[in-house]
């Protein structure tokens, strides 16, 4: 049991590092524009070695966005959670941190799966017609390894919890 929540907070540890680098950096996009190479991020976009905000309130940044926020936030509560399941005494009979853990995780990976699928979506239909010679960059990449990472967290803390109610119902017999 522990084990497997050992090896869900490393993977939740290392998927909440990635959702805030994901977010954070300028580079899901990189693409050539009048000779020269640019790039963009959720929040600046960079040309000829300067960095401007993304002023624009464009609907599909704004939510990409919010979701990789929605995400950090619910893999930091998944990660709260996962480190107090560790210690066993609890004021609920009923309640299980680890389950509540996993719960968390799972959430996080939906909340980048949709930011994730909005950029990707409105990028191939509008943002890749538009620049003729483009790419995902490394700051997406890194969004796609967070929900992965996110997702077996969630996976090791369901098993880690399955494993504690096997043994709670079998030494209760």
């Given at each position: 049991?522990?084990?497997?929540?050992?090896?869900?907070?490393?993977?939740?540890?290392?998927?909440?590092?990635?959702?805030?680098?994901?977010?954070?950096?300028?580079?899901?996009?990189?693409?050539?524009?009048?000779?020269?190479?640019?790039?963009?991020?959720?929040?600046?976009?960079?040309?000829?070695?300067?960095?401007?905000?993304?002023?624009?309130?464009?609907?599909?940044?704004?939510?990409?966005?919010?979701?990789?926020?929605?995400?950090?936030?619910?893999?930091?509560?998944?990660?709260?959670?996962?480190?107090?399941?560790?210690?066993?005494?609890?004021?609920?009979?009923?309640?299980?941190?680890?389950?509540?853990?996993?719960?968390?995780?799972?959430?996080?990976?939906?909340?980048?799966?949709?930011?994730?699928?909005?950029?990707?979506?409105?990028?191939?239909?509008?943002?890749?017609?538009?620049?003729?010679?483009?790419?995902?960059?490394?700051?997406?990449?890194?969004?796609?390894v967070a929900m992965l990472m996110t997702f077996f967290a969630g996976?090791?803390?369901?098993c880690a919890h399955r494993m504690y109610e096997s043994r709670r119902?079998?030494?209760?017999?």
């Amino acid at each position: 049991m522990y084990s497997f929540m050992g090896g869900g907070l490393f993977c939740a540890i290392v998927g909440n590092i990635l959702i805030v680098v994901s977010t954070a950096t300028d580079y899901w996009m990189q693409y050539r524009l009048s000779g020269s190479y640019a790039h963009q991020g959720l929040w600046r976009y960079c040309m000829a070695n300067k960095c401007y905000m993304q002023t624009a309130s464009i609907a599909y940044w704004n939510a990409t966005r919010a979701f990789m926020i929605l995400s950090g936030m619910a893999c930091f509560a998944g990660i709260m959670a996962g480190i107090l399941s560790f210690a066993h005494f609890s004021a609920f009979e009923r309640f299980s941190r680890s389950f509540a853990a996993g719960i968390m995780f799972f959430i996080s990976t939906f909340f980048v799966l949709l930011a994730m699928a909005i950029y990707t979506g409105v990028t191939l239909s509008f943002l890749g017609k538009r620049f003729g010679d483009w790419r995902f960059s490394w700051s997406y990449i890194l969004g796609w390894v967070a929900m992965l990472m996110t997702f077996f967290a969630g996976i090791f803390y369901m098993c880690a919890h399955r494993m504690y109610e096997s043994r709670r119902v079998v030494g209760s017999r």
